[in-house]
């Protein structure tokens, strides 16, 4: 009787750990829908560079390729942005939206930009300081 019950006990346990076992294996692989990591640079501006055609790079219409020179230790010196990315111009404490083509040599910046993929850093928002 006590072996059964001792049986019992190490088939529980070892079940339960299998279980806790597929259960981590799975949930670090499936998809996550979190948000991406968002980072800040502040930049000036070296060059707009606008494509003839946006190139699709995973699920981006990429458009516009943005250099500049970071105010940061850390940052990258060239971004992609396209229509969706989100153009301001600071006025005082106030944004206010602005174009893309609005975007000139020179002018300081803040981006918030994100990694989507080992392949693009791509703006989110790019304010610009006057």
Known sequence: ????????????????????????????????????????????????????????V????????????????????EVTFDEQTRVYLAKGHELEGVTISQLKPEQKIDVTYEFPNDHIIRASEIVIQQ
């Open 58 to 77: 995973d699920d981006y219409k990429v458009q516009y390729t943005l250099s500049l020179e970071s105010l940061t230790e850390e940052g990258p010196t």
């Open 1 to 56: 009787m006590r072996i059964m019950k001792s049986r019992q006990k190490v088939m529980t346990t070892v079940v339960c750990i299998l279980l806790l076992v597929v259960t981590g294996v799975t949930c670090f692989q499936l998809p996550t829908s979190e948000q991406l990591n968002q980072y800040h640079s502040a930049g000036i501006i070296k060059l707009v560079d606008k494509k003839d055609k946006p190139m699709k």
